[in-house]
């Protein structure tokens, strides 16, 4: 089946530290991998995105990149501000499918 | 401007009064679908719709139905809600080309409590 696991929150950081935040999955053919962000109230928005093994995504300094071999899809950023803060999900679509999975959520808080 | 709405915000109800939220998109995607988000689970899918008249199951479809007639709505019904509907709904809709989907974009979602 398909599935999507990312790492637990919450997670706190100071200004300008680096950011990574794990996401894994098991997925039926080829997923489209998805970085989703959403802001205290509001519903989700996208981050960014890849759709083929090796492909990075990229969007507002944050990345990542879709590893077939480790069926990971880790997002990165490397000098995170307070206005980061929210709660980031990963999620995939199968190219088998029709339905999108989502993570449980990290929840990032940035600190001045 | 391109969105995704849903009404009503919040709602708090009770056990057994049915109710719908509705969902209405102005993109002209094909794909809407469903969520509830809730704490330590994340976003399920409830339901979703490849277009007008098809309609799939997702992760937790039970105790909910869809309807799609029209390809810009597309509203949930709780026919007989129960406590453990309480939760955060969100709408969403997405177009679908070259066998990839596209970014969804969410509408702001509908906070719900059956008492």
């Known amino acids: 089946g398909n599935s999507v696991t990312q790492m637990e929150g919450p997670v706190t950081l100071s200004e300008e530290a680096f950011l990574t935040i794990n996401c894994t999955y098991t997925?039926?053919?080829?997923?489209?991998l998805f970085w989703y962000v959403q802001y205290p109230g509001e519903g989700l928005q996208l981050l960014l995105k890849?759709?083929?093994?090796?492909d990075k995504g990229s969007n507002k300094g944050f990345e990542a990149t879709y590893r077939k071999e480790t069926t990971s899809f880790h997002l990165e950023k490397g000098s995170v501000q307070v206005s980061d803060s929210a709660v980031y999900f990963c999620?995939?679509?199968?190219?088998?499918?029709?339905?999108?999975?989502f993570g449980t959520g990290t929840s990032l808080t940035v600190i001045p | 401007e391109a969105q995704v709405t849903q009404n009503p915000r919040y709602l708090i109800t009770v056990t057994g009064k049915k109710l719908t939220v509705t969902c209405s998109q102005n993109?002209?995607?094909?794909?809407m679908s469903w969520y509830r988000q809730d704490p330590g689970l994340g976003l399920r899918q409830i339901y979703y719709?490849?277009?007008?008249?098809?309609?799939d199951k997702g992760d937790v479809p039970e105790g909910y139905k869809v309807s799609r007639k029209e390809k810009r709505n597309f509203p949930l019904i709780l026919e007989s809600p129960s406590p453990n509907q309480t939760s955060l709904y969100f709408c969403?809709?997405?177009?679908?080309?070259?066998?990839?989907?596209?970014?969804?974009?969410f509408g702001p979602g509908t906070r719900l409590t059956v008492l």
């Open positions: 969403a809709s997405s177009t679908h080309s070259g066998g990839a989907y596209n970014e969804q974009f």
């Open positions: 999620a995939l679509v199968s190219n088998t499918g029709n339905q999108f999975y």
């Open positions: 719709s490849m277009n007008v008249e098809v309609t």
């Open positions: 993109m002209n995607h094909e794909y």
């Open positions: 997925a039926t053919g080829y997923p489209s």
């Open positions: 890849a759709t083929k093994a090796d």
